[in-house]
């Protein structure tokens, strides 16, 4: 006997096409009709519902809300850590450059010593090199002067440089810290996930296994090809894996199908499973 080939009740106003099955190439209700005891296909919705929860509980696991912060603050992590490399590269090479400074005005400092304690010992007794020697102490003044503007100034861009530095770091120490107590949570989050997981993936093994194998064989590629649902219920007039409306020439049909004898909706290839509730 054919498998039952099933349409959905269209709403007025519209027109319901369909390609035939012999012209549809990639139409899975092309498969030999399968026969399974009636209570092997309602196992199957409990397989199904074990499939749905775990599809939930992988989909929750890949959607924390942690995984989004953390993804979000390793972001702004990275610009703040490039800003701060940018901020010790400035501190460092002002660093130097006061340092050349400092050397600068010790050196001009020393001379300026040296001179003076010359002329202060009576050292320099030619008149015109003691007046040589005064003008160069006064040069001297002027350049410790000078010198000392541009170390004040190096010092002032240092501690600008410096505090602005140490902000960068400490918004880094507050993201790592966050980062941190999200990996916590996350890690938290999924031992609790995998659990539960390897608990449902267990069952839907002891579920599986002892039904046969063509039917679990074509549950899983509808499940493949379908958005993870392979078998639906038809409940109330209802495929539960599309949801249209059968009508009562098509709930005739599967009412005369045997029990044992697999169908199919016609509208979206799924196994269709008979229950007390289908309305049959």
């Known amino acids: 006997m054919d498998v039952p080939r099933l349409t959905a009740t269209c709403k007025p106003g519209h027109l319901h096409t369909r390609t035939p099955a012999h012209q549809d190439p990639g139409h899975l209700n092309k498969e030999i009709p399968l026969k399974a005891d009636p209570a092997a296909q309602l196992a199957l919705l409990e397989v199904q519902e074990i499939d749905a929860r775990a599809a939930q509980l992988r989909h929750q696991r890949s959607h924390l809300p942690e995984l989004a912060e953390i993804a979000e603050l390793e972001a702004s992590r990275k610009l703040v850590d490039d800003e701060a490399r940018d901020a010790r590269i400035v501190a460092d090479d002002l660093a130097v450059e006061q340092a050349k400074v400092d050397a600068d005005v010790e050196a001009v400092r020393t001379r300026r010593t040296r001179d003076r304690d ?11 090199d003691l007046e040589r020697m005064q003008r160069e102490l006064e040069s001297l003044d002027r350049r410790i002067g000078s010198l000392e503007d541009d170390e004040l100034e190096v010092m002032e861009k240092l501690e600008e440089a410096q505090r602005t530095l140490a902000h960068l770091e400490e918004r880094i120490a507050a993201h790592d810290e966050r980062l941190a107590a999200l990996a ?8 609790e996930i995998d659990a539960e997981l390897a608990e449902v993936e ?28 392979g078998a639906a219920e038809l409940r109330a007039r209802q495929c539960g894996g599309c949801r249209l409306t059968l009508d009562n020439a098509e709930l005739a049909v599967i009412a005369r199908t045997p029990a044992d004898q697999v169908v199919r909706c016609e509208e979206c290839s799924r196994i269709l499973v008979r229950t007390a509730e289908s309305g049959l």
Do not use: H, I, M
Not at 184 to 191: H, I, K, L, T
Not at 205 to 228: F, W
């Open 118 to 128: 010359r002329v202060d010992q009576g050292l320099v007794t030619n008149p015109k």
């Open 184 to 191: 916590a949570e996350r890690d938290r989050r999924f031992a």
């Open 202 to 229: 267990g069952g839907r093994s002891a579920k599986a296994d002892g039904l046969p194998d063509d039917l679990v064989a074509l549950y899983d590629k509808l499940r493949a090809a379908k958005g993870g649902v």
